[in-house]
Nanobody, 124 residues
Framework: QVQLVESGGGWVQAGGSLRLSCTAS????????MGWFRQAPGKERDFVAA????????YYADSVKGRFTISRGVTRNTVNLEMNSLKPEDTSVYYC?????????????????WGQGTQVTVSS
């Protein structure tokens, strides 16, 4: 059974930083890209960042480029999201996702497995 478990959400003032982590278990298919998405109340789930298995390719949403950094852990089954210069509009539930295909994708529908989400709140 595949499980993605996120950690690291919380509350921070604007301009602050937070680090999210997600650990995947049960994925036996080998190399799999992972990504982060976010969803605010009443809105669609939006792409934030994604990374391939080898960490050689990363994609970012324009809204977070230059402020957020996605990375994979040494064991490759962990993905991290370093979030700096946070803004109130970054407030959302953040979801970790993994897909069975080899290529990195931005669309939420391309991902097969999802974590339960972690709340990030940025106050002004």
């Amino acid at each position: 059974q595949v499980q993605l478990v996120e950690s690291g959400g919380g509350w921070v003032q604007a301009g602050g930083s937070l680090r999210l982590s997600c650990t995947a278990s049960g994925l036996t298919s080998g190399a799999y890209p992972m990504g982060w998405f976010r969803q605010a109340p009443g809105k669609e789930r939006d792409f934030v960042a994604a990374i391939n298995w080898s960490a050689s390719t990363t994609y970012y949403a324009d809204s977070v480029k230059g402020r957020f950094t996605i990375s994979r852990g040494v064991t490759r089954n962990t993905v991290n999201l370093e979030m700096n210069s946070l803004k109130p509009e970054d407030t959302s539930v953040y979801y970790c996702a993994a897909r069975r295909g080899a290529s990195v994708q931005r669309g939420a529908s391309e991902y097969d497995y999802w974590g339960q989400g972690t709340q990030v709140t940025v106050s002004s």
